[in-house]
């Protein structure tokens, strides 16, 4: 082998070296007699999952990419799974082993040196009887008043001995669940009756915070204290594209058309989202590139066709990178407060619907979950429909078909 090649060889080895320095991963292992081959492992960092490995002999592996201390979740989609994940924190270079003896992710054991993961199974065992009975009533599908009473004490748990923990990432999380639940419940029926104990542990809590947690204690504060929704409709009220409670009289069978109705001649994307999903809002910085692209052709279509800025504002919907109108639909769950806030990044018109309504529309998609997103061409007609985000590039080519 002459000189150059091996120099090239030795540049290659220490280049690959150098990228497996740099990608840090932590691993997660786990069984549970209870889960059948088949069942998909969903996980992911954050408040999003992918499918990263499938269960055989009850037995599951995977690495994801950890730059740092990271928050993960883990769960599971098949035969007997709940709709519930389990909170597992990352370090680079680190192993944990999650067990169980049943489907009830949460309540699983999770070993780990982590603190933030000891801190978080000692809230798991505090609140174990009443977590068995919330997710034994999700799986036989119980009312949802009385989902939500069990869901009242599982609160009320957390809350009693919060105070008594390390104030760390899995008590902030905790703290933060039940500061949006709070707002919800005093939305919808004016009574959550621990408000003044939440205020409390709101208030030792941020006294005892570390540094780090600014951001997350801001948060919870203003859901503690929110602004009810008066106030949120009149600060709404001239922006023409927050459409809050204008739209409460609608029957549900008439929301969609209705909507759709707004935008005749125009393509239109739905995207039927909640504050609190991840994958929602990573969808929503993806298309952000595909709105600015767009809006870069027109610009250049406009002024290549000699229009000064007032005629370019009046020819911006028959604009050929402007035909298409972006809907944000929102259900109740998205704390309204938290929705206001969001919605300021997220160019396009935004309807915050009825959970009538908004579960009309779901079920139209026969979606099960969401992000859900539906595109119409300009004739009014469903052209695409997508669960999930497909990918920058096939909204694009639907965006453009859609136009046509």
């Known amino acids: 082998m002459n000189k150059p090649i091996i120099i090239t060889v030795l540049l290659a080895l220490v280049a690959l070296t150098g990228w497996a320095q740099s990608t840090k991963t932590a691993t997660v292992t786990g069984y549970s007699p209870a889960l059948k081959d088949g069942t998909l492992v969903l996980a992911g960092t ?43 924190f990352l370090k680079p270079d680190v192993t944990v082993k999650v067990t169980g003896t049943d489907l009830l992710v949460p309540l699983w054991k999770v070993e780990s040196p982590i ?8 809230i798991t065992e505090h609140c174990r009887d009443v977590l068995t009975e919330s997710m034994q009533m999700d799986l036989t599908h119980a009312p949802r008043e009385k989902r939500n009473s069990v869901t009242m004490i599982w609160m009320k748990q957390q809350m009693d001995i919060l105070p008594s923990l390390p104030v760390d990432a899995a008590t902030i999380r905790s703290l933060m669940h ?20 939440l205020k409390d542990v709101e208030k030792t809590i941020a006294a005892r915070a570390p ?10 504060h203003s859901y503690v204290y929110a602004k009810d929704e008066q106030q949120i409709a009149e600060e709404l009220a001239n922006n023409e594209n927050v459409f809050f409670k204008k739209y409460d009289d609608v029957a549900p069978e008439n929301i969609l058309q209705t909507i759709l109705d707004k935008y005749k001649g125009m ?23 595909i709105k600015e692209e767009m809006k870069t052709a027109s610009e250049r279509e406009q002024s290549q066709a000699g229009l000064d800025s007032a005629e370019r504002e009046q020819a911006r919907p028959k604009a050929k990178g402007c035909n298409i109108q972006f809907v944000y639909i929102t259900p109740p769950s998205s704390p309204p407060t938290t929705w206001q806030e969001m919605i300021k990044d997220i160019d396009g018109d935004h309807y915050y619907l009825t ?25 009014g007609e469903q052209s695409y429909k997508s669960i999930g985000f497909p990918g920058l590039d096939t909204i694009k080519n639907e965006i453009e078909k859609a136009q046509k």
Not at 178 to 197: G, H, L, N
């Open 211 to 220: 540094k780090g947690f600014e951001d997350q204690l801001a948060e919870i």
């Open 178 to 197: 039940i500061s949006e639940w709070a707002m919800i419940v005093t939305r919808e029926r004016k009574d959550f009756p621990y408000m003044e104990q």
């Open 115 to 122: 603190p933030e993961q000891q801190t978080q199974s000692r």
């Open 46 to 88: 954050g408040s999003s999952g992918t499918v990263v490995d499938t269960v055989q002999n009850g037995r599951f592996a995977y690495t994801l990419p950890v730059e740092g201390f990271t928050e993960s979740n883990l769960s599971f989609y098949g035969e007997g799974c709940p709709n519930r994940h389990i909170n597992i």
């Open 355 to 379: 959970e009538e309504q908004y579960n009309y529309i779901l079920d139209k998609y026969e979606a099960p979950g969401i992000p859900t997103y539906a595109i119409y061409n300009t004739k």
């Open 267 to 289: 393509a239109v994307l739905i995207d039927l989202w909640a504050t609190w999903c991840g994958p929602c809002r990573a969808g929503h910085k993806a298309m952000a590139s």
